[in-house]
């Protein structure tokens, strides 16, 4: 395809395509004349990987060519993959001291509460200090939360984490498993809080009797008192 098909497939302008291309985020197309080239699915399929890690998750264009490049150095590792794609925007905010500040202090709760789930994380894992932040507010607001109560947490985000990792089991193409990673982590985490907010709003409703059987449903009696059998 040209790449003004390219774009119109991928929905990416053809001057930021030819940015990428420059940069090196996107490989080059099969040359057909001195200034004109043919471009095929695996250009639309890198284009939108590029767009998740540059517009959803917000990289510079180095960080996400060092990602890209990291992909294809790890091909046939899903371990590796799934990492360098879902740690790719690890930064100060996230370790805690990158910019001289101390870590938390609640890193050792954190550590309690890996070791009390039985996960095997790297100690640099950036998600660690979004705990150890939450747990921080939460004292700070005087609350008793302390790290056992995410235990039950802990445990319902390990069978998130199965579905998510069934989701990319046999892909060999390092693009299509980094593609996936992203679709099956980031690009679905407002849908997951969405979710949660829901069941949320659904418990509440069974608990206070209001479901399609409860004495708040259409067509039920006043007060929640049942009619009389007839004779």
């Known amino acids: 395809m040209r790449i003004s098909e390219l774009s119109r497939r991928s929905g990416v302008p053809i001057t930021t395509i030819k940015y990428y291309l ?20 695996s250009h639309v399929r890198r284009l939108r990987l590029v767009r998740a890690l540059v517009g959803v998750r917000g990289l510079s264009v180095g960080a996400a060519k060092e990602v ?29 001291d990158a910019a001289g ?3 938390s202090p609640r890193m050792s709760e954190v550590d309690a509460l ?5 996960w095997q994380v790297s100690e640099d894992a950036s998600g660690k200090a ?10 700070e607001l005087g609350t008793d939360y302390d790290w056992k109560r995410l235990v039950p947490y802990g445990e319902l985000a390990a069978r998130i984490a199965a579905v998510d990792l069934d989701g990319i089991e046999g892909i ?32 509440s409703a069974v608990r206070r009797g209001a479901g399609p059987e409860g004495p708040d449903a259409p067509g039920a009696p006043a007060g929640g008192v049942s009619p009389p059998p007839a004779p």
């Open 68 to 96: 890209l490049g990291g992909v294809y150095e790890r091909e046939g590792d899903p371990h590796r993959v799934l990492g360098l794609v879902l740690g790719a925007t690890a930064d100060a905010a996230d370790t805690g």
């Open 101 to 103: 500040g101390a870590a």
């Open 172 to 203: 060999r193409d390092p693009l299509e498993m980094a593609e996936r990673a992203l679709v099956l982590t980031v690009l679905l985490e407002p849908a997951l809080m969405a979710l949660r907010r829901l069941a949320q709003e659904h418990q």
């Open 114 to 118: 890996l070791d009390a789930l039985g």
């Open 22 to 41: 420059r940069e090196g985020l996107l490989h080059p197309g099969r040359a057909t004349a001195p200034n004109q080239a043919e471009y095929d699915d």
């Open 130 to 139: 979004v705990v150890a932040r939450t747990l921080d507010t939460l004292a």
